[in-house]
């Protein structure tokens, strides 16, 4: 794993867009406040909630949740111009879910409008149900995840929902990924700031 194990830190990761670092830092995360979620990821999260088996506790609402990871395989690839933060967050109120079975109906969900890919409708309708089914029906509370340790199975990958927002307080920046170098602050400060 990339980083400690939870066990050993009690840090979950986060990773935001450079733009909203100042913003991040100062205010805290909230699971709205990034200008990217109402285009990008609403009417997604809503599709996917429509979808919750009776397992999921109303509480659970994944348009309302902040989405983290417990941690990163071995050399993870961050996308350039992002950061990398630790987060505390109250384990009573996050939830954990295979990410891997959301994001194979990411691109189908949002093609679907377009005459080229019009099919892609059908797809979501029969296997894209299939695979949120067990998307919810593998997912778990987090601190039932710890006791079970999901997030350790191959072909897990555990994305860990928030449903509380996180103050300035609770979270440490890690790492800046500049042109697909992942650096430490303070690399990326002497590569950058001279020092």
């Known amino acids: 794993m990339f980083f ?15 733009t909203n670092l100042k913003k991040t830092l100062t205010e805290g995360i909230h699971y709205n406040d990034k200008i990217s979620y109402e285009n990008h990821y ?43 933060l630790a987060l505390k967050a109250d384990k009573s109120k996050c939830w954990v879910a295979n990410e891997n079975r959301a994001n194979q109906i990411y691109e189908p969900f949002i093609l679907k409008e377009m005459e080229e890919f019009k099919g892609a409708k059908d797809y979501l309708n029969t296997k894209g149900r299939n695979l949120i089914k067990e998307y919810w029906e593998t997912s778990l509370s987090f601190e039932d995840n710890i006791k079970e340790r999901r997030d350790l199975v191959k072909g897990y990958d555990a994305e860990v929902m928030i449903f509380d927002s996180i103050p300035p307080e609770d ?19 002497k590569i950058f700031c001279g020092e």
Not at 5 to 16: E, L, R
Not at 57 to 81: E, G, L, Q
Not at 171 to 189: A, C, G, N, P
């Open 4 to 18: 400690q194990d939870y066990q050993n830190t009690g840090w979950i990761y986060h990773i935001i867009h450079i």
């Open 171 to 189: 979270i440490q920046l890690l790492y800046l990924t500049s042109d697909h170098r992942t650096l430490t602050v303070k690399e990326w400060k």
């Open 42 to 84: 609403e009417k997604f999260h809503d599709f996917i909630d429509s979808l919750k088996t009776k397992n999921i506790p109303p509480w659970v609402i994944r348009k309302k949740a902040i989405f983290a990871t417990i941690n990163y395989r071995d050399n993870p690839c961050f996308h350039s111009h992002t950061a990398v």
